[in-house]
């Protein structure tokens, strides 16, 4: 025996390296297991707690139906297009708001900004993106509310835009950062080519820029959107909440979130409407989910291209 | 590089620019480029030093030297791309047709419009080819739709494009090959009627085949742009330039027509180089 392979033996590992390997391997593949299977439980909760509501429910009527109204004393009603008009009320307002002015101040942090002034200027914008979201819906009552009724005249500020402007500030961060990186990753030899050929600083960002960020940019907003429609406390507070058909912008709204908010603390225990309850809740899943598969394939596709 | 001895220094300093390189061969009246005094720096380096040089209309002029030694920075200078860069400053005149273009009044839109440039590595936008092309004019606010199909047309024939790919003009441009990739961005340059063509070592990443079509285009270009080339082939310089400067550690070290660089160079530093000795 060669010195060598005497010095290999004296220590023996006290598990097979083999399956010392497995187990290494098995305890990673759990941990990433984990999200995915928590994401199939509540899906699995979400449908299995739906399903007793349709026993009583016509499933037509629920998605098409035009008043919610569950504790009534003559016949209950529950339809969710009040709900799902007022959530896209709110989220095509707030990204209204949220999309030129996201895709603006991220042109400006790629393009414009002097690198001081982005290195103090991104953070910030990130960190509005911790503020907790009852503050926010705190700042809808006291602020936005307020002003909105000096303009609009109207009694109070609760309604679809307070909750719109709210929703926007939430959603900008996420839009201004995915969309700065987008910007940030196209090619410099774009831009120099643009330049070269006699075109305008803004000329470049507007047309060779953000078009070829464009798909970056599309996932920042998919995925501010979906942020939009989640959103719950905020819009609780800021838009009146009335269980009705929303008229206007101006009048208050109730979205599928808030509804599910105010009502699951009150209801009965396994009745019909607390199971109906968890139909809004999977309704909104099914949203957010296909929002945030829709943002993932495009994101995914610009990665992709950009390589 | 062997240049860094003592003596070379020495010699380098001691070179400055001669009036015979260009004064004898260009007559005034046609000259379309002078830099005077030109000083360039990046912050605190000293990137060009104190060139001067005389261009003539509707000639080409091939910038040759080592890497590192501020020919593509001095082809920069010329349509102010450098400005995009940070911590620069300029010292001394460059005039195009007389004016300056470092003049306070001068709008570098302007400037850049009549100074077109190519890229080292192709650059088109990531949209059809024809939407390449037709970019530079929609930018200078040109509508016409049929007008910009015809100058579109004739930018393409003038770059040996038009007959390869006539067909498909609304295929991304990436669809076509490295070297038709480079002949569409010298197509893009010249849909904006640019009088000076500026050209950052625009064959080095094109196979000989390429590179033929490249130099082929740049010789029928001169009867219309005055052309300003940088290259690393040293073979380019001399088959495609009617003049050539040399530049080595930012200095303009000799400036002459082509073969008189090349067959029997001023100064012994220049014949090293174009004959491969160092560099």
């Given at each position: 025996m060669t010195v060598v392979a005497a010095q290999y033996n004296r220590r023996r590992p006290w598990i097979n390296p083999k399956i010392k390997e497995k187990l290494i391997h098995g305890f990673f593949f759990a941990n990433g297991m984990i999200s995915v299977l928590a994401l199939l439980g509540i899906f699995a909760l979400l449908t299995m707690t739906s399903i007793p509501a349709f026993r009583e429910i016509n499933i037509g009527s629920f998605l098409t139906g035009f008043e919610w109204n569950p504790t009534s004393y003559v016949k209950e009603q529950?339809?969710?297009?009040?709900?799902?008009?007022?959530?896209?009320?709110?989220?095509?307002?707030?990204?209204?708001?949220?999309?030129?002015?996201?895709i603006g101040t991220a042109a400006y942090l790629s393009d414009v900004a002097s690198p001081k002034v982005r290195e103090i200027a991104k953070p910030i914008v990130e960190i509005l993106a911790g503020i907790p979201s009852v503050v926010i819906g705190f700042l809808g009552i006291v602020l936005v509310g307020p002003i909105l009724s000096k303009i609009f005249h109207t009694h109070n500020g609760l309604n679809a835009?307070?909750?719109?402007?709210?929703?926007?500030?939430?959603?900008?961060?996420?839009?201004?950062?995915?969309?700065?990186?987008?910007?940030?990753?196209?090619?410099?030899?774009?831009?120099?080519?643009?330049?070269?050929?006699?075109?305008?600083?803004?000329?470049t960002i507007a047309r060779v820029k953000i078009p070829a960020a464009l798909s970056g940019i599309i996932a920042a907003c998919m995925l501010g959107m979906g942020r939009a429609v989640g959103e719950t406390m905020t819009v609780l507070m800021a838009t009146g909440c009335a269980p009705a058909m929303p008229k206007s912008?101006?009048?208050?709204?109730?979205?599928?979130?808030?509804?599910?908010?105010?009502?699951?603390?009150?209801?009965?225990?396994?009745t019909t409407h607390y199971y109906a309850l968890f139909a809004l809740g999977l309704v909104l899943f099914l949203i957010t989910f296909f929002i945030n598969m829709i943002s993932d394939i495009i994101l995914h596709k610009y990665e992709k291209v950009n390589r | 590089m062997t240049i860094a001895t003592e003596k070379n220094k020495v010699q380098l300093k001691s070179i400055g620019f001669s009036d015979r390189a260009y004064g004898r061969s260009v007559e005034e009246n046609k000259i379309k480029i002078v830099v005077e005094d030109f000083n360039f720096f990046y912050g605190k380096t000293h990137a060009l030093k104190n060139i001067n040089m005389k261009i003539r209309s509707n000639a080409v002029v091939g910038i040759i030297g080592p890497s590192g030694c501020g020919k593509s920075t001095f082809l920069r200078c010329f349509n102010r791309m450098n400005d995009t860069i940070n911590n620069i400053r300029y010292q001394g005149d460059i005039s195009v047709d007389g004016n300056n273009?470092?003049?306070?009044?001068?709008?570098?839109?302007?400037?850049?419009?009549?100074?077109?440039?190519?890229?080292?590595?192709?650059?088109?936008?990531?949209?059809?080819?024809?939407?390449?092309?037709?970019y530079g004019l929609k930018i200078n606010g040109i509508n016409d739709k049929d007008f910009i199909q015809?100058?579109?047309?004739?930018?393409?024939?003038?770059?040996?494009?038009?007959?390869?790919?006539?067909?498909?003009?609304?295929?991304?441009?990436?669809?076509?090959?490295?070297?038709?990739?480079?002949?569409?961005?010298?197509?893009?340059?010249?849909?904006?009627?640019?009088?000076?063509?500026?050209?950052?070592?625009?064959?080095?990443?094109?196979?000989?085949?390429?590179?033929?079509?490249?130099?082929?285009?740049?010789?029928?270009?001169?009867?219309?742009?005055?052309?300003?080339?940088?290259?690393?082939?040293?073979q380019q310089a001399a088959r495609v330039s009617d003049y050539t400067a040399f530049f080595m550690l930012g200095e303009l070290v000799e400036y002459d027509f082509t073969n008189k660089i090349f067959t029997n160079p001023l100064k012994k530093i220049t014949e090293d180089y174009v004959t491969g000795r160092f560099g």
């Open positions: 529950y339809g969710i297009v009040p709900m799902l008009v007022s959530t896209l009320m709110v989220t095509v307002g707030a990204l209204l708001i949220a999309i030129p002015l996201g835009i307070n909750g719109s402007v709210l929703l926007a500030v939430m959603a900008l961060p996420t839009i201004i950062s995915i969309s700065e990186d987008a910007l940030k990753n196209v090619p410099s030899s774009y831009e120099q080519a643009s330049l070269a050929l006699g075109a305008s600083k803004w000329q912008m101006l009048g208050p709204v109730r979205t599928l979130t808030s509804s599910i908010a105010i009502e699951l603390g009150e209801v009965a225990y396994n | 273009i470092f003049d306070k009044d001068l709008d570098v839109v302007d400037l850049r419009r009549n100074v077109g440039m190519v890229f080292q590595k192709s650059n088109p936008f990531p949209k059809s080819i024809f939407e390449n092309v037709a015809e100058r579109v047309e004739k930018s393409l024939k003038d770059a040996a494009l038009w007959s390869e790919i006539k067909d498909r003009l609304n295929e991304s441009a990436f669809s076509l090959s490295g070297g038709q990739q480079q002949r569409l961005c010298i197509a893009r340059a010249l849909a904006v009627e640019p009088e000076i063509l500026l050209l950052d070592e625009p064959a080095s990443a094109l196979d000989p085949i390429a590179t033929g079509k490249i130099e082929e285009l740049i010789h029928e270009l001169k009867k219309k742009y005055t052309i300003v080339i940088v290259t690393h082939n040293m």
